[in-house]
């Protein structure tokens, strides 16, 4: 096998460093720290606020990842953890806000639901969520089935959810608990190996040594993601050579 490509979904939390939003390509961003200690390269789909509904439209929209399908070594699906977080305003009206007019009325209105979003998460305990726990493992298990039809051998990790001190979250998190447990075990019915972000990073978001906004991450955090991602897709390449020659 040469230079392994991973294809890669994800959330925010695959490009922002310590100070905001990186390029795809930037090398300490953790995808890309992984695919290089692995010798090959990362192919990224991710964006803000990114659930594994999003992931699995990318999958179905993107004739970009069509093309890539027959080429990738592995695949990793890094979201579900924005699917974890408050969300006091139903997702289609607070996505919906983008698209009011005139500008002026946007910023207005965006603006005042910034505002209100840390005392309605803390007022309503933390519920809804971006994407009820349930349906984050629907769209997990379709995006894994829609590839596997076509790639039945490809490998595939999957992430639990971090942990955050996000003060535009009201600090709420409620919605981990059940995601983890729930993510868990899909995993474990699929086959699918999951890194646990709040193991790697929790003590470097919650110290305050991450991006001031409580939710992101710094190099630190970066770089335990992308050595654990690495040591579990190492083997799985390896496991997969040896059928190959086998076969």
Known sequence: MGAPTLLTFGDS?????????????????????????????????AGFGWTARDAFWALAGDPRVWS????????????????????????YLREGLRYLRPDALRR???????????????????????????????????????????????PCVGVLPPVHRAASYGLVHTGRTDATRVIRAWGDGAGVPLLDLADLVGEHVLSG???????????????????????????????????????
Request: without cysteine; charged residues 20%.
């Open 108 to 154: 207005f209105v965006r603006a005042r639901y910034l505002a209100a979003q840390p005392w309605l998460a803390k007022a309503t305990r933390g519920r809804p969520v971006a994407l009820p726990a349930a349906l984050t493992v629907r769209y997990l298990d379709r995006t894994l089935a829609s590839i596997r039809a076509l790639r039945p051998d490809l």
């Open 209 to 247: 040594r991450g991006n001031p906004d409580g939710m992101h991450w710094g190099w630190e955090g970066h770089e335990r993601v992308g050595k654990a991602l690495a040591d579990v897709v190492g083997p799985l390449l390896a496991r997969k050579a040896d059928e190959y020659h086998v076969g």
């Open 13 to 45: 939390l695959s490009f922002h460093g310590p100070d905001g939003p990186y390029p795809a390509d930037d090398e300490r961003l953790w995808p890309n720290l992984a695919a290089a200690a692995l010798g090959g390269r990362t192919e990224l789909f």
């Open 68 to 91: 890539l399908l027959p080429k990738v070594d592995v695949l990793v699906l890094a979201v579900g953890s924005m699917d974890t977080l408050p969300s006091p305003l139903p997702t």
